[in-house]
């Protein structure tokens, strides 16, 4: 991080302690890029009465491919960017930081850097769920190559419904061509299949299939275009929304200290002007943000 960036991080949290009454306290929410903004629209649909700032590391974004300790130095450096602008809780509104980094960041950062604060990911609320939409028992699951590589998936599915088998398949192309606003394209139409295909040929029982991974809601017409009928898809953005309600109703401690003033706040770590271009894509609505240096 450089030095201007750790100065202003460090008045924003002096004036955090000093002046709390005046300070809002939002719900942060973290991607990559812009994948994440397909959750967090569907997060303020859900609950409009709390403030958000959504912070996307689009200078450093795709995330899918770099390493494990990559993507948690990454992670874990954003997470301290949203405690520090006031977030007592962070959803990891990404696959592949909820695979490589959350589980860290919840056993070993948190207890030392902020013990009364909160990281949730999108991988458990997803895998929770799922056993309710699996009558074959068989589950493909579509991702990063960092998400699929983890393992996150099939383990966590396994804790919740052992007699599910999961399939995965790693989709490398697919991150790209949504952030180069491809989705539309022929290429897209390539890739997309070649993908299914793949992952329909593991098991022709999948009945099932998780998009893991919050930029694919974008190719989701193409996706059913080339998906065989009969299969439910399941984007991430409704289901990690009712689990966030459902978790907070069960926290009212965290909930409490929730500012609610229905303000929706976006930062990126590249060009501002680039990620309102693209921000309104997935975000459904016209979207103003801010540059943030890390
Ligand atoms: N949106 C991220 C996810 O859900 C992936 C984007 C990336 O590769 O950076 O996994």
């Not at 996150?152 to 192309?173: G, L, R, W």
């Amino acid at each position: 991080m450089k030095a201007s960036a750790k100065c202003r991080g460090f008045f924003i949290y002096l004036c955090t302690y000093l002046f709390p009454l005046n300070t809002k306290s939002p719900i942060g929410v973290f991607d990559s890029g812009y994948g994440g903004l397909t959750v967090l629209k569907e997060i303020v649909r859900a609950l409009p009465q709390y403030d958000y700032i959504y912070l996307g590391d689009n200078a450093r974004a795709p995330y899918g491919s770099r390493s494990f300790e990559t993507v948690y130095e990454y992670t874990l450096e954003c997470v301290k960017q949203l405690f520090e602008m006031g977030c007592p809780l962070v959803v990891l509104a990404c696959n592949t930081a909820s695979a490589k980094a959350l589980r860290n960041i919840q056993q070993k950062d948190l207890p030392l850097l902020a013990p009364d604060k909160r990281v949730l990911g999108v991988i458990r609320p997803t895998t929770e769920i799922i056993g309710t939409h699996s009558k074959t028992r068989q589950v493909g699951v579509l991702g990063t190559t960092g998400t699929i590589t983890s393992n996150s998936y099939p383990i966590e599915i396994n804790k919740f419904f052992p007699d599910i088998t999961v399939h995965q398949e790693a989709c490398p192309m697919w991150v790209p061509i949504v952030e180069n606003n491809e989705f539309e394209s022929e290429g897209a139409d390539f890739y997309i299949k070649k993908n299914l295909h793949n992952l329909l040929s593991k098991n022709r029982d999948i009945d099932t299939i998780i998009l893991g991974c919050t930029h694919y809601p974008l190719l989701i017409n193409k996706i059913k275009k080339h998906l065989p009928s009969g299969i439910t898809l399941l984007s991430q953005g409704e289901i990690v929304a009712d689990s966030l309600g459902d978790y907070l109703k069960r926290h009212s401690e965290l909930e409490s200290k929730l500012s609610k003033g229905k303000q929706v706040e976006f930062f990126t770590t590249d060009s501002a002007d680039n990620f309102d271009k693209a921000a309104s894509l997935f975000y459904g609505k016209e979207v103003k943000s801010k540059h943030l240096e890390m």
